[in-house]
């Protein structure tokens, strides 16, 4: 089955630094992954999309790469804020036939004043 | 506001007593879903729903069940709640997810924290 792979420890960086998520996928190449934010108690907020045949993307202070040679996605976020705290989960398509997203686990941001 | 409203916010209940979480979407997505977060394991689907009287299973559907009688509308359906389905619970809808398009992410609820004593 296909799995999403995300450090389940807690990044902690400096504000102005720049922080870097990784999302390792198994088995099959998915067609695209997802980057989302969520804070504590709420729902997750879609933040970028990128294409298996995109190498990058960009939005604002956000970037996000897509290797498949790696299987992985790294999402950065530059100039980082206190603001920017929260988990960040990836997230892939399946391939089954099930209209569905798969999501790894998270990875939470702690961007320090 | 686009969104996706979820009801209730908190829920506590006891083992056996039938319960309803009701969603609710603004968007005419066709696309909805229902997962639950639970520490380490993420967010799992529990089932979803392609567009009006079409459901289909997600990764743990046992002991749900789902109805899509309006476009708008997602209810979950917990006919005999046990303690192992204490978790949160999020609806989501999508305007195209599984289509290909440019239109594959989810808009998410706030979330519904399910306890069963």
């Known amino acids: 089955s296909q799995k999403i792979e995300q450090n389940s420890e807690a990044l902690n960086i400096q504000e102005g630094k720049t922080a870097t998520l990784t999302c390792n996928y198994t088995?099959?190449?998915?067609?695209?992954l997802q980057w989302y934010r969520q804070d504590p108690g709420r729902g997750p907020v879609f933040l970028l999309l990128?294409?298996?045949?995109?190498k990058e993307k960009r939005k604002e202070r956000l970037k996000v790469t897509f290797d498949t040679t790696l299987k992985q996605s790294l999402f950065h976020i530059t100039a980082s804020q206190p603001a920017d705290s929260a988990t960040y989960l990836c997230?892939?398509?399946?391939?089954?036939?099930?209209?569905?997203?798969?999501f790894g686990s998270g990875t939470r941001l702690q961007v320090q004043p | 506001e686009a969104q996706v409203t979820q009801n209730p916010r908190y829920l506590i209940t006891v083992t056996g007593k039938k319960l309803t979480v009701t969603c609710s979407q603004n968007?005419?997505?066709?696309?909805m879903s229902w997962y639950r977060q639970d520490p380490g394991l993420g967010l799992r689907q529990i089932y979803y729903?392609?567009?009006?009287?079409?459901?289909d299973k997600g990764d743990v559907p046992e002991g749900y069940k789902v109805s899509r009688k309006e476009k708008r509308n997602f209810p979950l359906i917990l006919e005999s709640p046990s303690p192992n389905q204490t978790s949160l619970y999020f609806c989501?809808?999508?305007?195209?997810?599984?289509?290909?398009?440019?239109?594959?992410?989810?808009?998410f609820g706030s979330g519904t924290q399910l306890s069963v004593l």
């Open positions: 729903s392609m567009n009006v009287e079409v459901t």
């Open positions: 968007m005419n997505h066709e696309y």
């Open positions: 088995n099959y190449s998915p067609a695209y």
């Open positions: 990128i294409r298996e045949n995109e």
């Open positions: 997230a892939r398509d399946l391939d089954t036939g099930r209209r569905a997203l798969t």
């Open positions: 989501a809808s999508s305007l195209s997810l599984g289509q290909g398009s440019t239109n594959e992410k989810l808009f």
